[in-house]
């Protein structure tokens, strides 16, 4: 299958960069129906061309790349294929094995093919940060989009669902250990050993301190995004036959911390700890 145009279904911070990554000449459509200033400057900025609706946006593409917050992603993929979609439907969003499935039948319901696929670090701004992962029958059609670009497609030769599963299994580390580490922070607080836990940081665990600084800072603006992650990580863990308590706790952290969405990074460890410890003051 030739793929001509490309329609970015969310230009969203990582979105808009994963649109940007299509190789030339290669079309990337949008549609700015309903979305934010914010949105609209993103995708106006990248140079994507907009169609006005989603349904021009299916009827003009060959592939559509889904790239949004993880508890939109079955409606989304609901959305395009009630337009009739049947083209590739791709799915880059942090969702369990099982979700990725239901979306896949839901894109299928429409007449689409699907690919599963899990972003592994920042927006794709500079090369060598940034891995899309893909499966499913159809990756290999997807992957040369991005070829030479700032984001690296990696087919993992593997049925649909692998994407997502390495997805959940690379993030319930670093974003789960992330509301373990400013959680612990937060109780040590509430118990008044922060000072002594933090000297024992320094002597023993060097860099510890400066870590929860920085998950603070990176964490806090996307924790409203970042609980849903927690949820679909949990059920992967618990389809797996493993404990998913880890990740449930995660989730309420950091529906905790969903006040400092909209937020610039650099929101002081502080505020973050305030915030984690404002339900068990009652507040």
Not at 44 to 72: I, R
């Amino acid at each position: 299958m030739t793929i001509a145009t490309v329609g970015l279904l969310h230009p969203g911070a990582m979105g808009v960069t994963a649109g940007a990554a299509v190789r030339e000449p290669v079309r990337v459509v949008w549609a700015s129906g309903g979305r934010s200033r914010e949105t609209r400057a993103r995708a106006a900025g990248a140079g994507f061309e907009d169609l006005g609706t989603l349904e021009a946006v299916t009827a003009a593409s060959d592939a559509v790349l889904s790239v949004c917050p993880p508890h939109g992603a079955l409606a989304l993929a609901e959305t395009v294929a009630a337009t009739g979609f049947d083209g590739l439907y791709v799915d880059a969003n942090a969702v369990s094995p099982a979700t990725a499935l239901e979306i896949a039948a839901a894109a299928a319901a429409g007449g689409a093919r699907f690919v599963d696929g899990g972003i592994v670090g920042p927006p794709a701004i500079r090369p060598g940060t940034t891995r899309l992962y893909l499966s499913g029958d159809a990756a290999a059609e997807v992957a040369p989009l991005f070829e030479d670009s700032a984001l690296e497609a990696i087919d993992l030769d593997a049925k649909a669902g692998a994407a997502s599963a390495l997805k959940m299994c690379y993030a319930g580390f670093t974003k789960g250990s992330a509301a373990l580490l400013l959680s612990l922070r937060a109780a040590a607080s509430a118990y008044g050993v922060e000072d002594g836990l933090l000297g024992e940081w320094a002597r023993s665990q060097p860099g510890l301190e400066k870590r929860s600084v920085r998950a603070a800072a990176t964490a806090a603006p996307k924790a409203w995004r970042f609980a849903g992650e927690m949820e679909e990580i949990a059920s992967t863990l618990e389809a797996a036959g493993l404990p998913d308590g880890f990740h449930r706790a995660a989730a309420e952290a950091y529906v905790r911390l969903a006040g400092f969405r909209g937020e610039p990074e650099g929101v002081a460890v502080e505020e973050v700890v305030a915030a984690l410890l404002k339900p068990a003051d009652g507040a």
